[in-house]
């Protein structure tokens, strides 16, 4: 800019004429123009960029904004008995603080979307592939082994031990409701007024430091306990799965009833009912709604409806029946036979490229499966028998054009979870400006709880499920930030696709590699050790037949 101003002004002279700075500056600076104005313009272009990005988000935040207020209005305030109270909006705070979760009343995307008839067609399109699956299973084994087999083997065994896994289960639930609510109580009620001053520990802060370090001992115990008992009693996998996410179901909500009912207690806030000031401990019916409703946000009171549609409920406990029997029709076809005898072509580059490419479509199949039957199908019909009003556990996710929006709308329930009491607590620490090291703690904590669940199904540690969500997937927000073309959906497909047969693949190649390869080590170092890596082929007989799972 400098040399264009210089050029441009001149010089006067005693009659006013202007004489060029060329006799000054010399033929070196012509070159310059073309470099000068192409930073200008890659300048503008950056500052264009930059504009647009702000202004979409803007109004996204404007649109988000209108459409609950006028979901608001539509509701008016209802009773206590029917109960949907109004709600700040989701604009942020005038302290600066980030903005809370609201709830209101709203249908799921999903329900909203299988009213259009197009929509339909592809969920009936789900249905027939459902029913070839099935027809395709019986005609294979009636052509090969002259039965039909209608045992369903597969689902037997991962399901297994049922009477163990419900023990366990009303064990995790009593501790959640006959320790945690009254404990909480005694703290709340007991708990003399005290604010710290100066730095000054007084006698409240040692009370509640002794009952966080209480609370911190409980949630430790809550961890190690039911895994305890999962690996003595040699749990299948679909039932350590249940275990392991009801077991971080509860643990999440726990957190969420303390650490919101905490924070009345200590700054004395006043009760959402009456207005008066209060011991700071909601009502017991209040927590047990809360351990049931399909939510992680800890809330005194929820948008609710008027009525139960029970013939909803029965709908959606069918479709995720229907959702079972299509994933054991997968595994049963496209995983199981490729896998179960595994051996030393498996771990040649090109076998296990192969079967990476062969794992994509069924892998990403079961995870649309995944999603319909439980984001979708369980929770609408836990929603539906508790009248729980707000239903928007996930958004759609699948038009998102970066992975920062894919990672947001895909699971809102949890999302919220992060979002209120990891994300907004790590940036009051560190500060609103750090948020890209808020956002890698929430990362990281999401992957871990992740990798838990796998670890405790599989009885062995394999971190490719970390290794992709919270060093590619934490990545490619960075790589897909700005992606505002639909290209970019294309690519998050292709992403998702490939994450998913590598996961398929590698896991299934490792599970059947510790049923058939004999054991590396007497030590904890086995469960460390992939068997797939070192296995001794030599070991493996010919003709030994792996079992089915």
């Not at 206590?80 to 980030?98: F, H, I, M, W």
């Not at 275990?243 to 509860?250: D, F, G, N, T, V």
């Not at 929770?379 to 996710?397: I, S």
Request: aromatic share 16%.
């Amino acid at each position: 800019m400098h040399s264009m101003a210089e050029e441009n002004e001149g010089h006067t002279i005693g009659n006013g004429e202007v004489k060029n700075f060329e006799t000054r500056a010399g033929m070196a600076e012509k070159p310059l123009k073309p470099v000068n104005l192409q930073r200008i313009r890659d300048k503008a272009q950056n500052l264009r960029g930059d504009l647009l990005e702000q202004l979409n988000h803007r109004l996204d935040d404007l649109f988000d904004s209108f459409i609950n207020e006028v979901e608001q209005i539509e509701q008016g305030p209802q009773s206590a008995n029917g109960s949907v109270r109004p709600q700040k909006q989701t604009a942020k705070r005038k302290d600066g603080e980030l903005p809370d979760k609201v709830y209101i009343n709203r249908r799921s995307v999903l329900t909203e979307l299988l009213e259009s008839s197009h929509i339909q067609t592809i969920y009936h399109i789900f249905v027939a592939i459902l029913i070839v699956f099935s027809l395709n299973t019986l005609v294979y084994d009636w052509v090969e082994k002259g039965t039909l087999n209608l045992n369903f083997d597969l689902i037997v065994y991962a399901f297994g031990k049922f009477p163990k896994v419900m023990s366990l289960w009303m064990c995790m639930q009593l501790s959640s409701l006959l320790i945690v609510y009254p404990a909480f109580y005694y703290w709340a009620t007991h708990r003399q007024p005290g604010v710290p001053f100066r730095g000054k520990v007084q006698r409240s802060d040692m009370y509640d430091l002794m009952w966080l370090g209480l609370v911190i001992l409980y949630q430790t115990a809550f961890v190690v306990l039911p895994v305890l008992y999962v690996v003595e009693n040699n749990l299948p996998p679909a039932s350590s799965v249940v275990i392991s996410c009801e077991q971080l179901r509860l643990i999440m909500k726990t957190h969420a009833f303390i650490r919101e009912n905490a924070y009345k207690v200590i700054y004395g806030k006043k009760d959402d009912d009456t207005g008066d000031e209060s011991h700071g401990c909601p009502d017991f019916s209040k927590y047990l709604y809360f351990l049931f409703a399909p939510t992680l946000v800890y809330r005194d009171h929820y948008p609710r409806t008027k009525t139960i549609h029970w013939s909803y409920v029965v709908s959606n406990f069918g479709q995720v029946l229907a959702c079972l029997f299509y994933t054991y029709y997968i595994f049963e076809r496209f995983c199981v036979p490729v896998f179960q005898n595994f051996n030393r072509e498996h771990v040649t580059s090109k076998a296990l490229m192969l079967s990476v490419f062969g794992s994509m479509m069924p892998a990403t199949l079961v995870l649309f499966i995944g999603f319909f039957a439980i984001l979708h199908s369980w929770l609408n019909a836990f929603a539906e028998m508790l009248r729980f009003g707000d239903r928007l556990f996930y958004k759609d996710w699948w038009n998102s054009t970066t992975f920062s929006n894919y990672y947001r709308t895909w699971n809102v329930v949890v999302h919220d979870w992060l979002y209120c009491y990891v994300y907004k607590d790590i940036c009051k620490l560190i500060g609103q400006k750090n948020r890209a090291g808020s956002m890698a703690m929430v990362f990281l904590i999401s992957a871990v709880f992740h990798e838990y669940i796998l670890v405790v199904t599989f009885r062995f540690f394999y971190p490719v499920l970390f290794v992709l969500f919270a060093g590619a997937g934490f990545g490619f927000i960075f790589l897909t930030d700005k992606g505002s073309s639909r290209s970019w959906n294309v690519f998050m497909w292709v992403m998702l696709f490939t994450g998913n047969g590598v996961l398929m693949c590698l896991y299934s190649m490792e599970w059947y590699a510790r049923q058939r390869c004999p054991v590396i080590s007497d030590s904890f170092l086995d469960y460390l050790i992939p068997r797939s890596w070192m296995c001794d082929f030599a070991s493996i007989t010919p003709h030994e037949v792996a079992q089915i799972v």
